[in-house]
């Protein structure tokens, strides 16, 4: 049986988009006399097109990752995988453009190492810091690190789906054996590359701070949130007789995951939060000093949110083969993870002026819409069960 978007997604779709664009509308309506406005703008484009194109980079990367590890259990569930990695290219073009937008007007504010006078010495806005780093830190080196990322990160994804479609019509281990050595590949680059870009995408917003945990941090959140929407999406599918062949201890894999990569996330936070702490070094500290004073209440509950829940609530076996629990649980853990990503971002790029109001709700609920539309429009163009993957009957089996 094919899967077809239903009404009721559609709904769901339509609903989140027409939301999405009326608040944005209202924000945009209501902002424009901020001297802040073009800012804040732009911030929210980068918090929702990272955490968007994030999802699906995420879900690339536990394909290649199950791959690499020749994993069994997940073979009735890789079509699903396949779907949310689908999402990258959109992920990619609207991501691009709001980095294309920004650096376009030197940096708007949020990239302040884009701006020419911040490395000329005759400026009065001449900054030494930031100087320092223009080796590296400056617009030509960051799109051809952007572009280079963008650009294998769609080999791979490209590659991935033509050998899953032509080994459901040949069948074989060659094509397998491929994508084991291709999915062992790419997890070398990716080790290099999911630090690298947060770096440049998100840690370089505050040009003067820096912290070598930082990729993994955001590696971990991006991680989590991926498991999520690859829980969510099974089970929803599951909802409408599809995936026959995914039983419950299917479902149970997927939320350990979505358990221990809350857990991998809520390690790094801390130890990253920890040692800055410990040292008290002021140009390590200013980092934590800017989101405690002006985000206290949402940056802790983002934490409580992201690391209590999943462990209260997904502590036990019932609970990760529990439907409503894992939606539940999912939207919320979504939720705390993208107010991690805006703390991130609109903490080094608005300080004191940031907000969530109508236009971050409503940029959000718009990517979403578009999001859920995109993954979904992916799985109506494969069969949602692989015919001929060496491992479908290990999966099929597959109990804990």
Not at 226 to 247: A, D, Q, R
Not at 365 to 382: C, E, P, R, S
């Amino acid at each position: 049986m094919e899967f077809q978007i239903t009404k009721n997604a559609k709904n769901l779709i339509y609903g989140l988009i027409g939301t999405g664009l009326v608040l944005t509308g209202i924000g945009l309506a209501t902002g424009m006399g901020d001297d802040h406005f073009s800012t804040r703008l732009l911030t929210n484009g980068i918090i929702n097109g990272f955490f968007f194109f994030s999802l699906g980079l995420g879900a690339l990367f536990f394909l290649a990752l199950s791959y690499a590890t020749e994993t069994g259990w997940y073979a009735s569930v890789k079509r699903v995988i396949e779907g949310v990695a689908g999402f990258l290219p959109y992920g990619m073009a609207i991501f691009g453009l709001v980095l294309l937008t920004i650096t376009f007007m030197h940096g708007a504010h949020i990239y302040i190492w884009m701006d020419p006078d911040m490395t000329d010495p005759t400026s009065h806005h001449y900054d030494k810091i930031i100087d320092g780093k223009s080796a590296y830190l400056n617009p030509i080196f960051f799109w051809i690190r952007t572009l280079v990322y963008f650009s294998v990160y769609l080999i791979f994804l490209r590659g991935f789906q033509k050998r899953s479609i032509e080994e459901d019509r040949i069948g074989g281990t060659e094509l397998h054996f491929k994508n084991y050595r291709k999915g062992a590949t790419f997890l070398v680059f990716f080790a290099v590359f999911s630090s690298t870009s947060a770096w440049d995408w998100l840690m370089s917003i505050d040009a003067h701070w820096f912290s070598t945990l930082f990729g993994w941090y955001t590696f971990a959140g991006m991680w989590c949130s991926t498991m999520v929407v690859l829980v969510m999406t099974t089970l929803y599918l599951k909802s409408l007789g599809h995936l026959e062949k995914v039983n419950d201890s299917h479902i149970h894999d997927l939320g350990k995951w979505t358990f221990a990569t809350s857990f991998l996330w809520s390690y790094l936070f801390f130890s990253q939060f920890m040692l800055i702490w410990y040292a008290n070094i002021g140009e390590e500290v200013t980092y934590y000093q800017m989101r405690i004073e002006n985000f206290k209440v949402i940056y802790f509950s983002m934490f409580v949110i992201n690391f209590a829940f999943p462990m209260l609530i997904l502590m036990s076996r019932d609970a990760k083969r529990n439907i409503g629990v894992l939606i539940s649980i999912g939207l919320v853990i979504l939720c705390g993870h993208w107010l991690d990503v805006y703390i991130m971002v609109s903490g080094g790029s608005l300080g004191m002026h940031a907000h969530i109001g109508s236009l971050e709700i409503g940029m959000a609920l718009l990517m979403a819409g578009i999001f859920i539309y995109t993954v979904l429009n992916n799985l109506t163009k494969v069969p949602l069960t692989p015919v001929n993957h060496p491992f479908l009957d290990e999966s099929v089996h597959h109990e804990i």
